[in-house]
């Protein structure tokens, strides 16, 4: 394993069903599946070492909401929000975050894998050990990020918003993106192709013209 790699949720030999929304619940050991908490709200719900399956939570606003060692597979969480959550050791697998709202939140040993997080936002969140691989993330907020150990594999980042986030020690190179945007500042050390770097430099309004 890659050193600093997210963590794998570590999950229970055996589990319930017993999944509900509900203010100051705290739930642990639960593998559900196929169940519909739309257009709710729950506060200082806590989730821990469980499998969520097939699960849909559209337009939900938790508040205060904290997660450790848990899987995600195959949910719905379109323009779900989870301001200033908390995320240890958490798995997203094939998951629909669309417009999800990850703004200020704490996320340590994380990874999205194969997640629709197109115009999903992580703006003033702090990251460490977080993965994203074969994401797409097109016009997402990476803005003010605070992040160690981020690694992305595979995304699609097309006007995706890395504005005043540092970017040195990043790799870019496995990732698609024909417009993005950075803060020229931020820019020194992060690594990217011969061709990011024309999409980088037009963005930034330079005019490059080849020798004759």
């Not at 739930?27 to 739309?38: C, K, N, Q, R």
């Not at 097309?158 to 990043?170: K, M, P």
């Amino acid at each position: 394993m890659i050193k600093h790699y997210p963590a794998s949720p570590e999950l229970p030999q055996n589990f319930s069903t017993d999944f509900y929304l509900e203010d100051e619940a705290s739930i642990e050991a639960v593998h559900s599946s196929e169940l519909d908490y739309s257009y709710l709200t729950c506060e200082n719900l806590m989730i821990r070492r469980s499998i969520l399956e097939k699960i849909t939570m559209q337009r939900t606003k938790l508040v205060r909401f904290e997660a450790s060692n848990v899987l995600f597979k195959n949910c719905d969480f379109s323009n779900l929000e989870w301001i200033g959550g908390s995320f240890h050791q958490v798995a997203f697998e094939n998951c629909k975050l669309t417009g999800c709202n990850f703004a200020e939140s704490y996320l340590r040993d994380c990874c999205f894998t194969d997640c629709l997080i197109n115009f999903g936002s992580f703006s003033a969140a702090n990251l460490k050990n977080v993965a994203f691989e074969n994401c797409q993330l097109k016009d997402s907020e990476f803005f003010e990020l605070t992040w160690k150990h981020l690694f992305l594999v595979n995304n699609e980042l097309t006007n995706s918003n890395w504005q005043r986030t540092r970017l040195a020690g990043l790799d870019f190179t496995t990732n698609q993106f024909s417009k993005i945007a950075f803060s020229m500042e931020q820019l020194n050390g992060l690594k990217v192709d011969s061709y990011q770097a024309l999409v980088i430099a037009a963005g930034l309004g330079l005019q490059i013209q080849d020798e004759k």
